[in-house]
């Protein structure tokens, strides 16, 4: 691994970044874990799992987790910018060319038409993470349970998390 | 000058704020963006502020940063955007690395294996509740059923590359509204 590399395969998936943190997941997961092999299956179940109870962007948050365990601060550092870099730079060339941004219409198109991939990419990201991280009767109690409040209760799902979390070190320990 | 400096040290600080209390969801913290720069200190007017939001819409990328480049570009330029994302980015960069030493400390503990084995099947559960919220609105016409069908079994069963389901949904959007 090379901060090069590091930068190069961070702004590869800022770049393709639509729908959402969950939706890029699985593009996470094919460089990282498939692709350059930096990290392990269980290590990318870690990895969203930490970054989904961090504030902030779950892209941002998981390039600065993968970033710190291949080259520390350092590396936090430039695959974060890595990420950043290509939304940052087409919000400015959008906003540069366009004064009046006909914004509407065109994000419209743009969202109507990537959200059937959107909702193709989350359900790939769901099989991928139950099949790997749903291991037993109780990882399907825990599942259910979960979804059960999610739908009926206004609640936090970063709570939702830390109770899961702690039914399983009940659980397991 | 000077008041440019102070422009920017203001920004920092408002999205610096913002971007400590995003947990979770970019939408969730539009309107605490709004009532920040529309509102509160009147950066920019209501309407470019919708624009802003369309534009983070239909680029890549976390909404809650996009918008803040729109909004620090808006106010003063390129330098005005990167203070802002810069702002926004901190917080939870500053905590996924502290978190990072910590768990990569302790990751072999059987109470932290413990945590992430519970806490794993809880966020399946979240992504099906996105999968069942988006698909509500995002799934109405036969057509986009079909589609995100085909995307996934080729996602699943060919192990076709993620970016390949963005550019076919791309093109297939232009074709399919192309012939309506």
Same mark, same amino acid.
């Given at each position: 691994?090379?901060?090069?590399?590091l930068?190069?395969?961070?702004a590869?998936?800022?770049?393709?970044?639509?729908g959402?943190?969950?939706?890029?997941l699985?593009?996470?997961?094919?460089?990282?874990?498939?692709?350059?092999?930096?990290?392990?299956?269980s290590e990318?179940?870690?990895?969203v799992?930490?970054?989904?109870?961090?504030?902030g962007?779950?892209a941002?948050?998981?390039?600065?987790?993968?970033?710190?365990?291949?080259?520390?601060?350092?590396g936090?550092?430039?695959?974060?910018?890595?990420?950043?870099?290509?939304?940052v730079?087409?919000?400015l060339?959008?906003?540069?060319?366009?004064?009046?941004?006909e914004?509407?219409?065109?994000?419209?198109?743009?969202?109507r038409?990537?959200?059937?991939?959107?909702i193709?990419?989350?359900?790939?990201?769901?099989?991928?993470?139950?099949?790997?991280?749903?291991?037993?009767i109780?990882?399907?109690?825990?599942?259910?349970?979960?979804?059960?409040v999610?739908?009926?209760?206004?609640?936090?799902?970063?709570?939702?998390?830390i109770?899961?979390?702690?039914?399983?070190?009940?659980?397991?320990? | 000058?000077?008041?440019?400096?102070?422009?920017?040290?203001?920004?920092? $600080?408002?999205f *610096?704020? +913002?971007? !400590? /209390?995003?947990w979770?969801?970019?939408?969730a913290?539009?309107?605490? =963006?709004?009532?920040?720069v529309v509102?509160?200190?009147?950066w920019i007017t209501?309407?470019?502020?919708?624009d802003?939001i369309?534009?983070?819409?239909?680029?890549?990328? $976390?909404?809650a *940063?996009? +918008?803040a !480049? /729109?909004?620090?570009?808006?106010?003063?330029?390129n330098?005005?955007? =990167?203070?802002?994302?810069?702002?926004?980015?901190?917080?939870?960069?500053?905590?996924?690395?502290?978190?990072s030493i910590?768990?990569?400390?302790?990751?072999?503990?059987?109470?932290v294996?413990?945590f992430?084995r519970?806490?794993?099947?809880?966020?399946?559960?979240?992504?099906?509740g996105? =999968?069942v919220?988006?698909?509500?609105?995002?799934?109405?016409?036969y057509k986009e059923i079909?589609i995100?069908?085909?995307?996934?079994l080729?996602?699943?069963c060919?192990?076709?590359?993620?970016?390949?389901a963005?550019?076919?949904?791309?093109i297939l959007?232009?074709?399919?509204?192309?012939?309506?």
């Open positions: 691994m090379t901060f090069v590399q930068f190069l395969t961070f590869k998936i800022g770049l393709f970044a639509f959402g943190g969950f939706a890029t699985p593009l996470i997961e094919r460089e990282i874990v498939i692709g350059l092999q930096w990290f392990s299956h990318f179940l870690e990895l799992a930490i970054s989904e109870l961090t504030p962007p779950i941002i948050n998981a390039a600065t987790f993968v970033g710190y365990k291949l080259g520390g601060v350092w936090s550092a430039i695959a974060t910018m890595g990420v950043c870099l290509p939304s730079t087409l919000i060339i959008v906003a540069h060319f366009l004064q009046r941004f914004g509407n219409i065109w994000a419209d198109r743009t969202v038409s990537l959200r059937p991939a959107i193709a990419l989350i359900a790939a990201a769901a099989y991928s993470v139950a099949g790997k991280g749903i291991t037993d109780w990882g399907i109690i825990i599942a259910v349970a979960s979804f059960m999610l739908r009926t209760r206004k609640i936090n799902p970063i709570l939702v998390l109770m899961a979390g702690i039914a399983g070190i009940i659980v397991y320990l | 000058m000077k008041s440019n400096n102070r422009i920017l040290l203001s920004l920092f $600080a408002v *610096l704020r +913002i971007g !400590a /209390f995003t979770g969801g970019g939408y913290m539009l309107p605490l =963006i709004r009532n920040e509102e509160k200190r009147k209501s309407s470019d502020f919708i802003g369309a534009v983070s819409q239909s680029v890549p990328g $976390a909404i *940063l996009n +918008i !480049a /729109f909004v620090g570009n808006r106010i003063s330029g330098s005005g955007a =990167i203070v802002a994302v810069i702002g926004s980015a901190l917080p939870s960069f500053i905590s996924i690395v502290v978190i910590f768990f990569l400390r302790f990751r072999e503990l059987s109470m294996q413990g992430f519970g806490a794993t099947p809880a966020i399946v559960a979240l992504l099906v996105a =999968i919220d988006i698909g509500r609105d995002a799934l109405k016409g079909i995100a069908t085909g995307l996934l080729l996602l699943l060919l192990h076709m590359h993620p970016v390949l963005i550019v076919i949904a791309a959007g232009l074709f399919v509204r192309r012939q309506l």
